[in-house]
């Protein structure tokens, strides 16, 4: 009876125990076992990510508290600090500035409108991953999906632009990889308009902290107009049937944070391209392949912080000297107070000579009166 009770009395230990791992696995946003996940950190032999159904198996590619990073003065492209900036990773849905950048180039060039219409095609529906859960045929303006794809970082409508914008897919990638040559980043292939892990038989996209800043640079530089679509942290869809978040925490917990864009997947960890802008200043932090989120975004906010207090001083104001005219010296001034009555000055001299002819008058008179005969 005794031994029942003991056996008893451990089962409903080990059930609390069980249903309390369970509530802080849920807290913690994962379900991985911590048992499981404690072996994976400790194992040095575990090099790439376990595939989802018909992905590739590709390389782990994230370190703590990153695999790169590096922050550039944004109007000079100057390196303010980098720390192994030219290690490839996977940056995932990051490489969504590169498809803003195609598309906005096709809207300068009055090639596209934001007011065309996109159609979701069946392939697009099929994408998975964070979307705004296209139907096939559901159509939306160009610039609607612009809004999708950078605040909710909608994979689908990554797609959808792609097939429309490129003619396929491939289309698409051609041109982004096309961009990336021009604008030098030469550690840079894409091989999707998303950056999700790869299907079978395919490879992931790859680029590097530094390319990435370059890329960031040039579409602030080119389009301005991004952070249009990058600062917003809410924006409703479909109506407002559908409100879409940002990934970007930077963006209310970074004084002038407007931008850029976050990325994650799992054998590439979490990345971000930020920036800032202060006092008339902006800077550029790009965190590629961190371990953790949190860790992420803490380093890109020192980065921006670091960024901004490395940056050279700004010139003295230039003094504009008072332009020579060849006009007269003015005038001194007297104390006299100025006439109040604007014909004082006449009218004086005026009295003052008929005062003098009355007295030539007078004189006159008496000289002639002396000469006058006299009677007797």
């Known amino acids: 009876m005794t031994t029942n009770k003991t056996i008893g009395l451990m089962s409903v230990v080990c059930a609390v125990g069980v249903a309390w791992a369970g509530v802080a696995g849920a807290e913690n946003g994962t379900v991985k076992k911590a048992v499981s996940k404690k072996a994976a950190s400790k194992s040095s032999h575990v090099t790439s990510a376990k595939p989802a159904t018909g992905r590739a198996s590709i390389p782990l590619r994230s370190a703590d508290p990153y695999l790169g990073a590096i922050v550039v003065d944004a109007d000079t492209g100057k390196v303010l600090f980098e720390n192994n900036a030219d290690s490839a ?36 529906t099929r994408v998975g991953g ?3 859960y296209l139907a096939e045929h559901e159509v939306f303006s160009l610039e609607d999906m612009m809004y999708a794809l950078m605040v909710k970082s909608a994979n689908d409508v990554a797609m959808a632009l792609a097939i429309q914008i490129g003619g396929s897919a491939a289309g698409f990638v051609e041109m982004m990889n096309r961009k990336a040559v021009e604008l030098g980043m030469t550690h840079t292939t894409f091989y999707s308009p998303h950056g999700l892990p790869p299907n079978a038989g395919q490879k992931g996209d790859t680029s590097t902290a530094r390319d990435l800043a370059l890329l960031a ?10 952070f249009t679509y990058t600062s917003v942290q809410m924006r409703p869809f479909r109506d ?69 207090a490395a940056l050279p001083p700004l010139p003295p104001p230039v003094v504009v000297a008072a332009a020579a005219t060849n006009l007269p010296p003015a005038p001194m001034m007297t104390e006299e107070p100025p006439s109040a009555e604007p014909h004082a000055g006449w009218l004086k001299a005026a009295g003052i000579g008929l005062l003098a002819g009355l007295a030539v008058l007078g004189i006159a008179a008496l000289v002639m009166k002396s000469r006058r005969p006299r009677d007797f």
Request: aromatic content about 4%.
């Open 240 to 308: 407002g049937k559908f409100i879409m978040q940002s990934h970007n925490h930077l963006l209310h917990d970074v004084a002038g944070c407007d931008g850029l864009k976050t990325g994650f997947i799992s054998a590439g960890g979490f990345s971000i391209v930020a920036t800032a802008k202060r006092d008339g200043r902006r800077v550029i932090a790009v965190v590629l392949g961190s371990k953790d989120r949190l860790v992420r975004d803490a380093r890109a906010a020192e980065l921006i912080a670091k960024g901004f």
């Open 130 to 132: 964070s979307q705004v």
């Open 217 to 226: 640079r040039a579409l602030i530089a080119q389009h301005p107009e991004i």
């Open 89 to 124: 990773g996977f940056p995932a849905s990051v490489i969504k500035l590169m498809d803003m950048m195609v598309i906005m180039d096709r809207i300068a060039a009055g090639q596209l409108s934001l007011s065309n219409s996109v159609t979701a095609t069946a392939e697009a």
